[in-house]
């Protein structure tokens, strides 16, 4: 009898084991579900609602309506186009500028040793978690007295104040995790500095700078505030500020439906950049997390 009851306990076991597992499974996806909804719901009600007009809206709210014209008055509309434009030129160019800075700042804080790096560091950190509101008052001076008021050049100026500084920082934390022996290896051949970077370092930091480029350049894409202080006419406005300033045709008609129209409009070049660059995006993040 006592050998029966030996024989079947592994088997419960087992199966208890198999039964915990199924759970905590079934538990995780639900979890994982209610994340995806969370996250997507906002994006997929702004889509219902772009396509609905008028008391449509009021009805069956989570339905589409198929109804494109808010979408096809946008594409009709210059001054919306041209601030896709103005946002395009404005990010890429914020986001290049900031990569070619930070991985210079970065390769000096990270490989260079001289006294002040560790107050350097602490310096970066302070700048990249200053208000914009603290720096809006000096800013809009210094703009206006180098002559870039209504300008793009102002915004990627100003813009390069945020961006700089977190580049900076993030990639400092990846060229630490690079062997030593590469770069003692190339001052033996005799390279410099400026070239070790280039040459060496540059071309295995690709997920690295992927990560960081589009951090950069969400941030320059969705950034209102300095948009809206150093532009001032339609033809310079990027497209966060020309959404603000949608209005309706008449001063008691809240354009909610041309709003999340161009909301989504905005948001599609941030998903195809990600879907683009998705592999080299978490090959960054998680590069350095395991050391072997």
């Not at 905590?24 to 007009?53: C, D, E, H, M, N």
């Not at 180098?146 to 961006?163: C, D, E, H, V, W």
């Not at 950069?216 to 150093?230: D, G, K, P, Q, V």
């Not at 978490?282 to 350095?288: D, K, M």
Request: proline fraction near 5%.
């Amino acid at each position: 009898m006592q050998n029966a009851i030996v024989q079947r306990s592994p088997r419960r076991l087992s199966s208890l084991y198999r039964t915990k597992r199924r759970i905590v499974r079934g538990l995780q996806i639900f979890a994982l579900l209610l994340v995806l909804v969370y996250t997507l719901f906002p994006y997929y009600w702004a889509f219902v609602s772009s396509t609905k007009q008028g008391a449509a809206l009021y009805r069956s709210a989570l339905l589409p309506a198929l109804d494109f014209t808010y979408y096809r008055q946008l594409i009709d509309n210059p001054i919306f186009m041209g601030s896709l434009v103005n946002s395009a030129y404005v990010a890429v160019s914020t986001t290049f500028l900031s990569l070619v800075i930070g991985v210079s700042a970065a390769y000096a804080l990270g490989r260079i040793d001289f006294p002040q790096r560790r107050a350097m560091l602490m310096i970066v950190l302070m700048i990249s978690i200053f208000p914009q509101v603290v720096v809006l008052s000096g800013l809009f001076e210094l703009i206006n007295w180098m002559g870039l008021f209504n300008r793009p050049s102002a915004l990627i100026l100003t813009y390069l104040l945020s961006t700089v500084p977190f580049t900076t920082w993030i990639l400092t934390t990846f060229i630490r995790e690079f062997p030593r022996e590469l770069e003692e290896a190339a001052i033996i051949d005799g390279c410099s500095h400026f070239r070790i970077l280039t040459r060496i370092l540059l071309p295995l930091m690709g997920p690295s700078l992927a990560s960081t480029g589009i951090l950069a350049f969400i941030l320059a894409w969705n950034e209102f505030l300095f948009a809206l202080t150093f532009t001032l006419t339609d033809e310079n406005r990027t497209v966060p500020v020309a959404i603000g300033l949608i209005a309706g045709t008449s001063r008691f008609e809240y354009p909610f439906g041309q709003i999340m129209a161009a909301s989504v409009t905005v948001t599609l070049p941030l998903i195809a950049v990600v879907l683009v660059f998705q592999r080299r995006i978490v090959a960054g993040l998680t590069a350095g997390a395991v050391k072997g």
